[in-house]
């Protein structure tokens, strides 16, 4: 049997899992639970991937039931509580692995590790709750190693208001970037932060857009055309991410990639090829990857989690995608991306 292609990987919630959920016998290298663990990765051939630090929503607040309304903003201390005992989850890890999981920093770090045949984290913070009004936990956190951030999951923070989760329903939902969420951008401009675009809404998009140097970046969003989701790129956005050497990350959550937005995982991995297709033709082959979102979402029960990644190649090699487009797809446009934005 061939070694499965390597993937490298927009978005997962692992490190969610691990510190929320106490499920027995859970444990990063090998558990009964959830989408990854090292040895399922190593199976599908899951390289790496950006490691999402998220903040659950605090449960001591009034909860809202509301789905069309955005859940409210979380105090920033219970965030940075929680943004801590996650990112100290991603260095057990790595002490524990003996070398078998690292942290990059860099392309080459990420380079390196495929070559050693380590398995590679980039840490992210999805929505940016622990990151205070002056960035200076942005310095520090960037010295910890945080190289990828969203200004915000789809909840307000100090820099912007973020997407509520619609189906047939445009992503302009709300306000955009606040004065803080400039000050935000140019500042992961000016340290070569990554600044992720998944959760924003679409004026918010439009904003980092105008402001930002770096290549725009969706992680884990999927073709509004095929999915009206809020999550979803329209081909306005599509476009702008073209056009600025950027990328968008194929989400495998069943609610962004099918037309009716159920929440069904007998969902055809064609309709994740249906996606990736249509970005190929609208942006290049250069700017599609993937970005799972393994450990926070419902994905289709043909992929069932990182071990099934070889399904998704095959279903695309069917579809007429060559060797070298899904070395692209799978791999190599993550590497491009980050080495525009953050240097070589
Ligand atoms: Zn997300």
Redesign the pocket.
């Known amino acids: 049997m061939n070694p499965p292609i390597p993937v490298f990987d927009g978005?997962n919630d692992t490190l969610l899992r691990l510190t929320a959920d106490n499920l027995d016998g859970d444990n990063f290298f090998e558990s009964p639970h959830g989408h990854i663990d090292l040895s399922r990765a190593r199976r599908g051939g899951l390289a790496g991937g950006f490691f999402a630090v998220y903040i659950p929503s605090d449960p001591t607040a009034a909860v809202v039931t509301d789905r069309d309304h955005l859940p409210p903003a979380l105090d920033y201390h219970y965030s940075l509580d929680l943004a801590m005992k996650m990112t100290a989850k991603l260095f057990e890890i790595e002490r524990e692995s003996h070398g078998d999981f690292r942290i990059a920093r860099s392309v080459a770090d990420l380079l390196s590790a495929k070559t050693d045949g380590a398995m590679s984290g980039i840490l992210h913070f999805?929505g940016a709750e622990a990151i205070d009004a002056n960035l200076y936990n942005l310095e520090v956190f960037y010295n910890a190693g945080l190289r990828s951030i969203g200004p915000v999951?789809s909840r307000p923070t100090i820099f912007a208001e973020g997407v509520p989760f619609r189906h047939h329903h445009s992503p302009d939902t709300g306000p955009g970037l606040t004065p803080l969420g400039f000050e935000l951008v140019k500042a992961c401009n000016r340290m070569r932060i990554m600044i992720d675009l998944?959760?924003m809404n679409e004026k918010g998009f439009w904003d980092v857009a105008k402001t930002s140097q770096a290549p725009l970046v969706a992680t884990?969003s999927n073709v509004w055309n095929l999915s009206q989701s809020t999550r979803n790129l329209t081909d306005k956005q599509l476009d702008a991410i073209r056009d600025s050497q950027g990328m968008v990350g194929l989400n495998f959550a069943v609610v962004f990639l099918r037309e009716d937005g159920a929440h069904d995982a007998n969902t055809p991995i064609e309709t994740m090829v249906d996606h990736i297709e249509y970005l190929v033709n609208r942006i290049g082959i250069d700017h599609v990857g993937l970005g799972s979102?393994f450990d926070?979402a419902t994905i289709p029960e043909g992929i069932a989690d990182a071990a099934g990644l070889p399904v998704l190649v095959d279903a695309m090699r069917a579809r007429g995608f060559g060797d070298a487009d899904i070395a692209k797809i799978c791999y190599d446009n993550w590497m491009g991306v980050l080495r525009r934005t953050w240097g070589a």
Do not use: I, Y
């Open positions: 978005h999805e999951w998944s959760h884990h979102d926070g």
